[in-house]
């Protein structure tokens, strides 16, 4: 059994409530933050946790922090990166409707350690129940006097609030978020000036993931070194997961960073193995943008070492044989599983939500998912395979967001594992799904 | 102004004058507006259109994006740019119970596709339509950040997870028993948590 540092009392009665958190030792880190420490001996305890930005860039959150600009009579701002959109990814919707009082702990420990008087927390709106929860949580947290004016007689103050958005993958990206707080469409800004330096209404600002900040909760109170000490190399600490398709048990799972893949799809006490007695044919380990890896791949490196849940291990083998943490979005797909379908349902997403302001994304995403649909009428060649290939490879490193790459990895991926499927489709000139969901006749009780 | 800004639809400055947001409404926007700085009341935008949806028959006419402007006194051009390009916000009528199924992979993998077949043979409409009696719109959506529970679909507000075909049928006889539905913005929705 891994240690837990953010869910582990998610099965507790009452845990969104203040009073059952705060009986848990919920608010502890704000405590010892505001009543014992400086802002900078905060973002130290972080910069020595390896603390790395868990919404999949994996960049080192202390790093990030001590980026951010403190001219003087400036407001500095915290954002919440609570877009969760990543295909497969479902981990902050969890911690936060579970366990709401964890992010807004997070949010004033961290606010104190940057010196914001206000923060965000930006909830992609279609979770708008998950927002009304944290709105509760934060209008308690108001009474009990954790947010507010002068929190704990330190002279410290701070607000915090929720904006709910309007339904747009791209505002994941950092940068379309401080555009979509301000009241815009979620387009992308040009870099530099980076969000340290000119972020929400041109002032310095950082934006974390959910989880990230929620992780600084456990670091300040057991502090940076003890936090470093789980996981391997420069993977520390654990990480949500979500877990999803033809596995018997889709869910949320903390684990610790440097567990084998293979243990946690086939453990019990996690994924529980493959559906229906139904043998592993590829995964997807980091939500839709990361390389897909055929079975053999993901629970072996190239060079035949075991593969494991760790930033390094997935990437090992670059994106010849390996794939990336990313969001922790882990996409199990059975034997009967079209690589080919599957593919065609990412690159319509990234159709759907390209912003639209870089060609190389707009059109290409559009090109491929028109060629990929020509796959599933049967109507396709076995050139445009070689198509596919091309778009994509004129894609990536040419658009202002990452969405560009995001777009351009899957396909290149699924074609690099799975290219005979591609072109067996494509000389049979007919597309049969052979996947099965007896699931959907069962009554759920 | 606005007749040219919202391009080919006809405004009615009849219907702008009758728009207005209940009390409750109204003091839901300005609490919203109040947690941006001075002059930042554009910030207020997204969450206050969710609430113009809500209090004017689900979706956004030129009219309403016309008063939210006002509200916010901002062009009715920096309304309909946003209104435009975020896909929960409708710019044509839609049904009292608009049915959202997730579509993204893991849905797809658990069969998302024959539950949206299951639903266009249920209500007999397509996607994209509504039912004659305007109760049910079907849309598809693009991951809704439900895919440990697919397959799913979301209606107003709600989430329903772990989709079977007995449990879309119950859902869509709740919804046309009860009649209204907790929308997105559905402020007595706030009181019921």
Redesign the interface.
């Known amino acids: 059994m891994g240690k837990k540092l953010l869910i582990h009392n998610d099965k507790v009665p009452g845990i969104a409530t203040l009073e059952v958190y705060r009986a848990h030792g919920g608010y502890a880190s704000v405590e010892k933050a505001l009543k014992t420490m400086t802002p900078d001996q905060v973002t130290d305890e972080v910069k020595k946790s390896g603390l790395r930005g868990r919404g999949g860039a994996g960049f080192p959150t202390g790093l990030k922090w001590s980026f951010l600009a403190k001219p003087e009579g400036v407001n500095r701002y915290l954002v919440c990166n609570a877009d969760e959109s990543e295909p497969g990814t479902f981990k902050d919707r969890y911690l936060m409707e579970v366990i709401p009082h964890a992010l807004i702990e997070g949010m004033i420990t961290s606010s104190y350690a940057l010196g914001a008087k206000t923060s965000y927390i930006y909830i992609r709106g279609e979770y708008f129940y998950v927002a009304r929860i944290v709105e509760k949580a934060l209008a308690e947290a108001y009474a009990a006097g954790w947010l507010g004016q002068n929190i704990l007689g330190t002279g410290f103050s701070h607000d915090c609030y929720v904006q709910v958005g309007g339904g747009a993958y791209i505002c994941g990206e950092e940068t379309a978020l401080l555009e979509s707080l301000e009241g815009k469409r979620g387009n992308p800004r040009i870099k530099p000036p980076f969000p340290a330096v000119a972020g929400v209404w041109g002032c310095p600002t950082v934006v974390n993931n959910v989880e990230t900040i929620a992780a600084v909760v456990p670091i300040v109170n057991e502090g940076g070194e003890a936090y470093a000490k789980i996981g391997i190399g420069k993977s520390t600490g654990t990480k949500l997961i979500s877990a999803s398709g033809h596995i018997n048990k889709p869910g949320v799972y903390e684990i610790e960073l440097g567990l084998p893949v293979e243990e946690f799809i086939y453990s019990e006490e996690y994924c529980g193995g493959i559906r229906n007695g139904k043998k592993m044919k590829a995964v997807v380990a980091g939500g839709s943008s990361v390389p897909i890896l055929p079975t053999e791949l993901i629970l072996k490196t190239a060079k035949g070492e075991p593969r494991l849940m760790t930033y390094e291990s997935l990437a090992d083998g670059g994106f010849v044989t390996g794939t990336m943490l990313g969001s922790g979005g882990f996409i199990v797909m059975d034997e009967d599983t079209s690589i080919v379908k599957n593919l065609f349902t990412f690159t319509r997403f990234y159709h759907h939500e390209s912003c639209g302001q870089c060609s190389p994304c707009r059109e290409g995403t559009g090109w491929m998912e028109k060629i990929l649909k020509k796959f599933l009428n049967g109507t396709a060649n076995e050139s445009d395979v070689d198509l596919l290939w091309d778009i994509q490879s004129k894609i990536e490193g040419k658009t202002i967001c990452p969405l560009g790459e995001a777009a351009a990895w899957p396909v290149a991926a699924a074609i690099r594992h799975f290219k005979q499927e591609f072109l067996d489709v494509a000389r049979s000139k007919k597309f049969v799904d052979v996947s099965h969901y007896n699931k959907l006749y069962k009554v759920n009780a | 102004m606005s007749s040219q800004v919202h391009g080919t639809q006809n405004f009615d400055k009849a219907k702008r004058a009758t728009l207005k947001f209940s009390d409750v409404a109204m003091q839901e926007a300005q609490t919203i507006i109040s ?1 941006y ?1 001075e002059g ?1 009341q ?6 206050i ?2 609430i113009a949806q809500a209090e004017f028959g689900g979706w956004l006419s030129p009219e309403a994006m016309d008063y939210v402007a006002d509200i ?1 006194k ?1 062009k009715p051009i ?1 309304v309909f ?2 209104a435009s ?5 409708n710019l044509k009528p839609m049904g009292k119970c608009v049915l959202e199924v997730c ?4 849905c ?4 998302a596709e ?2 949206v077949k299951h639903i266009e043979k249920k209500l007999n409409i397509k996607v994209g339509e509504t039912t004659k009696d305007g109760m049910f719109s079907l849309k598809v ?11 799913m679909l ?1 209606c107003g ?3 329903h997870e ?6 879309v049928d119950k859902i869509i006889e709740d919804y046309r028993s009860e009649g209204k539905l907790k929308s ?2 559905d402020l007595d ?2 009181n019921t ?1």
């Open positions: 947690h700085p930042k554009k910030s207020a935008l997204l969450p259109l969710h916010l901002i920096e740019e946003v390009f975020y896909t929960m916000y579509q993204t992979s893991s797809w993998l658990n069969g024959d539950i959506a693009e991951c809704l950040g439900s895919c440990g529970t697919a397959p979301q507000a709600s989430y772990n989709l079977t075909y007995d449990k997105y913005t929705y706030k948590l």
